[in-house]
């Protein structure tokens, strides 16, 4: 990418569990986000970005080193990244560099904290309502050097209080009467032929909303509250924007938003994330740049946050990205150019947490399908055409005109394992056939 003469600032800007049709942009009726609406109009939205693994930790993890969670032993929360990438990590690198780099908000890496051998400079704490001040403190001060300025908020992840009716700790948000609740989504009940272990972990896991316990009316105020949480979220990225304006630093600066993974909102009965539906992998994604050409553009590339935003921060800044690396730039989209060795398939991993079973899977996105295979249970491998079945209610694993598709994607995902040394792989007996394939999770010996 032809990058300007003076190396540009950056912005990086996430949130956490927000879900890619969280916003207005993305055509959902029901939340109001003026400030990304305005970003993405400025910039290029990216509409099939995905997570590595939609959990806080090994997402977060990918997107400040680049790599797959399980290449770092970031697969739960709690896990720190492999020291032996420390002097890799996104903070390291820019600051080697040259760049002041500044850290605010949540980190949870695993500290909720970040901590000072990362590379930045903490600015603030493990604090939504402080963040936006802190940024506008950083960016005020007069400096030689380009920044690397990261700001993550908590919100909308107090959904977890709110579905528990527990106090928020950012702020209550305004009630309003049921007719002012959302629907429930269109694919609210399950299609059948749901993995068992999807069930069972949304029937009995301590960490969510149970399925069984919540009416639908349960379900639409649980929507409700979801959807202004990001309406306040949004209003807090707007403030730092406007620092950004008004401090006249937004000619030379990068803007990038994201979120570290989704969340289910009600969609097959479910909340909170770890599952491998859309709702739960899909993340918002928008890249606003000074020379950006044709502004206002939605691009369908396949994309991954924690793979590529490392190689797209470091084509921005000129700095080499390290070796090793299965992300690509994303830079080349901003000049409304088109690679034509663009990926068309990606993989996700999940690890369940909390008397989950000792669940784990795997989904593989190829062309217009995506197959997904947990380690047990029932059904625990689900085929969906995300083209004319973007909700998911359909699987195709289950007809034999899909055998072969089926087939095909257990090669495909079986050899992924294997070439990236995931461990995953043992839950096959031999090269695309899964062990115990519709055992009930009954008979199973578990570990």
Known sequence: MNMPKDPPNILL???D???????????NPDVNTPVLDNLAEQGVRFSNAYCTNPLCTPSRASMFTGRMPHEIDAMGNGRKINPNFRSLELGNLFKQAGYNCAYGG????PELSITEEHGFEKICGFDDLRLPGACHEFLEKPRNNPFLLVACFDNPHNICEHGRSDPLPWGAIDSAPPNEWPNLPPNFKSGPFEPEMVTLFASNNPIIQRRLALSEEDWRFYRYGYFRLIEKVDQQIGQILTSLRTLNLEKNTIVVFTSDHGEMAGSHELSNKMVLY????????????????????INDNLVSTGLDLMPTLCDF???PAPDGLSGKSL????????PDNWRNQLVIQSQFVDQSYGITGRALIKDQYKYAVYSDGQNREPVFDLKKDPYEQVNLAKESRYSEILNNYR???YQWLVANKDLFCEHYSHPGQPILPNIPFSEVELS
């Open 13 to 15: 800007i996430v949130t």
């Open 17 to 27: 569990q927000q879900q890619a049709a969280g916003m207005s942009c993305a055509g």
């Open 106 to 109: 949540k980190w949870h890496v």
């Open 278 to 297: 859309e709702e739960s992998i899909k993340v918002p994604f928008i890249i606003k740049t000074p020379q950006a050409q044709k502004p206002g553009r």
């Open 317 to 319: 800044a000129n700095i």
């Open 331 to 338: 830079a080349p989209f901003l000049l409304n150019e088109y």
């Open 411 to 413: 090669q495909t995902l």
